[in-house]
């Protein structure tokens, strides 16, 4: 797994486990449960190629905005 897909899949899996109240921990039962909607490739499979892209395209905006509040700093 490389850095960029673990930065898409963590909130991904965050958001699906967040669901839960703290009193209803998101328990080992839950978590077999539950389905985490992830990109997939027409043969079905995760779309890691599209995971990794996207994260860098959001890296690039965000380093963007940076540089621009940098730049006003």
């Known amino acids: 797994m490389?850095?960029?897909i673990g930065l898409f899949?963590?909130?991904?899996?965050k958001c699906t486990?967040?669901?839960?109240v703290?009193?209803?921990k998101w328990k080992i039962e839950d978590m077999k449960e539950d389905y985490i909607k992830?990109?997939?490739?027409?043969?079905?499979v995760p779309d890691f190629m599209f995971m990794e892209s996207?994260?860098?395209g959001i890296e690039k905006i965000a380093?963007?905005?940076l540089d621009k509040l940098k730049s006003i700093l």
């Open 2 to 4: 490389t850095r960029n």
């Open 38 to 44: 992830l990109p997939v490739t027409e043969n079905g």
């Open 54 to 56: 996207f994260m860098e």
């Open 17 to 20: 486990g967040g669901r839960h």
């Open 63 to 65: 380093n963007s905005k």
């Open 22 to 24: 703290y009193k209803d």
């Open 9 to 13: 899949l963590a909130p991904v899996i």
